[in-house]
């Protein structure tokens, strides 16, 4: 059974503290590894596919890397406007089957 | 540039009512797909369609119907509603089926309460 599990559950920052939130996920069958951002009353909004281990992908203040069992988030010095929900997924499969996790809820604060 | 529309944005309904979920995309997304969203529980998929005529199962099917007539339109139908299915359902399209070659994009969800 695919699975995806997130940590924190809830992550509590200063403006300019950097940290991590991580993913980890079962490895078999898997068909790209996905993060998310999900502001209160919206759709998850798309951020990054990683495809193999190694790799990583940079957009802004985040960063987000892969290793052979899980993922993390990476956030350098946050700002207000990054608080939201932030979502990991797991492909499998050929038609978009995503398996998501519960979610890191990242509070930014001044 | 619409993205992925969903309607109603909020519903009340009693049990045994039912009632249908409309999705609308104008990107000329071939992958349409229906996930519900539960506090302390990830999304989860409940059906999909990878063209127009062609619909599947995911996860969690019971209780739900689609069906898919055109490109644009994938409309969640619920047959006789149940508390089970408070949820918010959001509607997600992509270009392609891998979702490594195209991401889904979701619309902002249908918040539904089954009293």
């Known amino acids: 059974e695919d699975q995806v599990t997130q940590s924190p559950e809830a992550l509590r920052l200063q403006e300019g503290e950097s940290s991590s939130l991580n993913c980890s996920y079962t490895?078999?069958?898997?068909?790209?590894l996905f993060w998310y951002r999900q502001d209160p009353g919206k759709g998850p909004e798309f951020l990054f596919t990683?495809?193999?281990a190694g790799e990583e992908k940079e957009k802004e203040r985040l960063k987000a890397t892969l290793t052979k069992k899980e993922s993390f988030l990476h956030i350098t010095a946050p700002k207000p406007e990054d608080s939201a929900t932030y979502l990991c997924?797991?492909?499998?499969?050929?038609?978009?089957?995503?398996?998501f996790g519960t979610g890191t809820r990242l509070q930014v604060t001044l | 540039n619409a993205g992925v529309t969903q309607t109603p944005k909020f519903q009340v309904l009693k049990t045994g009512q039912s009632m249908t979920l409309q999705c609308a995309q104008d990107m000329n997304h071939e992958y349409m797909s229906w996930y519900r969203q539960d506090p302390g529980m990830g999304l989860r998929l409940i059906h999909y369609?990878?063209?127009?005529?062609?619909?599947d199962q995911g996860e969690v099917p019971n209780g739900y119907n689609v069906s898919r007539s055109t490109t644009e339109d994938f409309p969640l139908r619920l047959l006789s509603a149940a508390p089970s299915q408070t949820s918010v359902y959001f509607c997600?399209?992509?270009?392609?089926?891998?979702?490594?070659?195209?991401?889904?994009?979701f619309g902002n969800g249908t918040r539904l309460t089954v009293t």
């Open positions: 997600a399209s992509s270009y392609q089926s891998d979702p490594r070659d195209s991401p889904l994009h």
């Open positions: 997924a797991r492909g499998s499969g050929t038609a978009s089957k995503l398996t």
């Open positions: 990683l495809y193999s």
């Open positions: 490895v078999s069958g898997l068909r790209g």
């Open positions: 369609s990878v063209g127009a005529g062609i619909t």
